[in-house]
């Protein structure tokens, strides 16, 4: 339908104007959204709006009536401006509104739409449902370290289930930003430092939110964000620039956004950061030329929150009538919160300076997602009370939590084989802050869960033992200040214990939106508490809960067993206790470096080697190192334990070479030499070893999680193609060159494991 209407224009433009249509960023645009299946319903309405309705579907506003806390604290009627939101659905002048309240207020909002409307277009429901709607699953970062995108994406299905019956169609998930710096707060939300792993799970939430059919009741669209590189702020201070080659862009920060839209995510959320100093919100090259001609993106984008009226502060734009100019004509079609464009769009249309057919065709691609929704046929097909209530946190939805819990819980260190506890015949004091209570459980970014319906510590682990009075709960600490009397409470209930469970770390609003912190430590006050206690010399676990990489210091570190917990959500408690008594042996890795200090953030596996590398073993002068440590992690991305005892051997390469157009196989031999079964993540890892740019000095390729019994050893076979070993140029396009390539099949990012070579012929 838009085609032929684009080679009617062309003929009309005459022979030389028709050779620059067709090579404008305006034509590739126009026939990107040609492969929509736009209804013709859709152009039929375009045709009857006036500019001010058609701002308005480009304006999406948050619900004044809003859900979560609001729920208690903003009844309606009582003096929000809920009303007023509602007559803003009744002029036509908003396209939706996110995280409201429920199917309630949808129903209200989406009446005044359909009904008292003009052009009776309905609206759309947007929500931030990122780890979970009513039942919470662990937070993103700590899911990837399952290394099973599968998980993500029943997680993603059931968090889609529970809030499309609540009138939500839309989740402004997955976020993907690549994530190398542990100070950044928003690493959580993420899938950790690597790109393949950010693809693969990008990819795998996407199709969990949108399922085959968008139309379908319990799906949602998905929303890749924040595009592009948000994740690489400098000095990870939240919202900062960001100034990077495009080879390195290409290569590692936009690998899982173009893996989300490969998935089909039909829209996408632009980035508050400016890359090479063009903010995105305003970049034309990223949201237009990169995303719509090279990649074909055929959905809408939306701005972050108030990131078009932000280019004003940022220097960028005049004010906000030159913000919506900048923004709207870069290519992003939808502003969110600020309202400059149901405010200035029109009459920029007017004017002249914005074309009338952009914006016509901005307002055809959500016009077109609402149908693919299925909002035209039934305005509330995902708008129902009853439905709501009843599908929320069901059995089978906090049963799939509790899976992805423990699959998300990273072993960091086992000495003496601590872990796992027995179930009886020890007396088990549990200390700290995250010991007991409703609070802190359900983690960051969670607009409808709810602390108080999550399952604590304390809870799981009185569960999990033979004799609830053989536990003790002693809070020891704050989180950021000493409690009165708390250490010494805390050293009192470690001495009358056989094992003390330390259960410390970082507070929900520690990590998150804006929570940049300078030292990603255990905060002081939890960390005197640790001293205090590991010094009753009675064996400890410490089990950490956090939003990031932390760099561990003094007793934490020489803790003899530590776990990785994150914020595993709804059935945390539960989890946390099927790892510690050995119902479940840990299998999560990290995905996110703990490295010796704060001060070496940023760092991740995939670094370059200097020209001065420190040779393995002690520290060398004049060589790559901080004072005092070495350029590695303490504990390294693909780290994590089990509690079988796995052994790497018999590296096989199926030959010394690999032809330009051929493949090469590579095995080994994976054993678990213990007494309990174990799942253990085997990862191949390749470093190019001379390349006309520098190559990272290791970069995962493959994984595969095995299931091995007692006793048990399987080959593990990886098949690598030329296309594995290419990379950007210095020119950022891809190249593949011939040359000797080291390969590992390791447990981890800078463990040994089994270590051969092989070259790739030219
Ligand atoms: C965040 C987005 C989020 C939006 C709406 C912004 O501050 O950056 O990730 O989707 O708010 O809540």
Known sequence: ?????????????????????????????????????????VDQLIDRMTLEEKAGQLQLMAAAWGGGAALSLNPPGSGSNFEGQVGEARQGSLTGVFNGNGARMARIMQSAAVKESRMKIPLIFAADIIHGHRTIFPVPLAEVGSFEPDL????????????????????????????????????????????????????????????????????????????????????????????????????????????????????????????????STANHWLMTELLRGEWGFKGFVVSDYTGDEEMIAAGYAKDGRDATKLAFLAGVDMSMQSGLYRKYLPDLVRSGEVPQATLDESVRRVLALKAMLGLFDDPFRRIDEKREAARSMLPKTRSLAREAGRKSIVLLKNDGDLLPLPRSGKRIALIGPFASGAHDLVGPWVVYGDDKKAVDLASGVRA?????????????????????????????????????????????????????????????????????????????????????????????????????????????????????????????????????????EPYYYAHKETGRPNPPGDLQPYKAHFRGISNSARYPFGHGLTYGKIAYSDLALSSPTLPMNGRIQVSARIANRGTRAAEEVVQLYLHDRVASVTRPVRELKAFRKIALAPGASEVVRFTLTPTDLGFYGADARPVVEPGTFDVWIAPSAEAEGVHGSFDLLA
């Open 1 to 41: 339908m838009l085609d032929s209407g684009i080679s009617r224009r062309a003929v009309l433009m005459g022979a030389s104007a028709t050779a620059a249509w067709l090579a404008s960023p305006a034509r590739a645009l126009v026939q990107a959204a040609a492969k929509l299946a736009v209804p013709s319903l």
């Open 464 to 600: 999990a033992v033979a004799n609830r009075a053989s536990v003790s709960v002693t809070q020891g600490s704050g989180i950021n200040e000493p409690l009165a009397g708390g250490i010494e409470q805390a050293v009192a209930a470690a001495r009358a214990a056989d094992v003390v469970v330390l259960a410390i770390g970082e507070s929900f609003d520690m990590s998150g939106e804006a929570q940049s912190r300078t030292e990603i430590v255990v905060p002081p006050a939890q960390q005197q508490l640790a001293e205090a206690v590991a010094a009753t010399g009675k064996p400890m676990v410490v089990v950490l809960k956090h939003g990031r990489a932390l760099a561990l210091e003094g007793a934490v570190a020489n803790a003899p067993a530590i776990l990785a917990t994150w914020f595993l959500g709804t059935e945390t408690g539960n989890a946390i206790a099927d790892v510690l008594f050995g119902a479940y042996s840990p299998s999560a890795r990290l995905v996110a470096s703990f490295p010796w200090k704060s001060g070496q």
């Open 152 to 279: 993500a994406r029943r997680t993603a299905e059931a968090a889609a289930f529970e809030a499309s019956g609540a009138g939500i169609d839309w989740t402004f998930s997955p976020m993907v930003d690549v994530a190398r710096d542990q100070r950044w707060g928003r690493g959580v939300e993420g899938g950790g430092e690597d790109p393949l792993l950010g693809r693969l799970f990008a990819a795998a939430r996407v199709h969990g939110f949108q399922g085959a059919n968008l139309k379908a009741n319990d799906h949602l669209l998905a929303c890749i964000k924040h595009f592009a590189a948000y994740g690489a702020g400098e000095s990870g201070l939240d919202y900062n620039v960001v100034d990077m080659s495009h080879a390195r862009l290409r290569e590692v920060y936009l690998q899982p956004y173009k893996a989300g839209f490969d998935a089909g995510a039909m829209s996408a959320m632009a980035s508050f950061n400016e890359i090479n100093g063009i903010p």
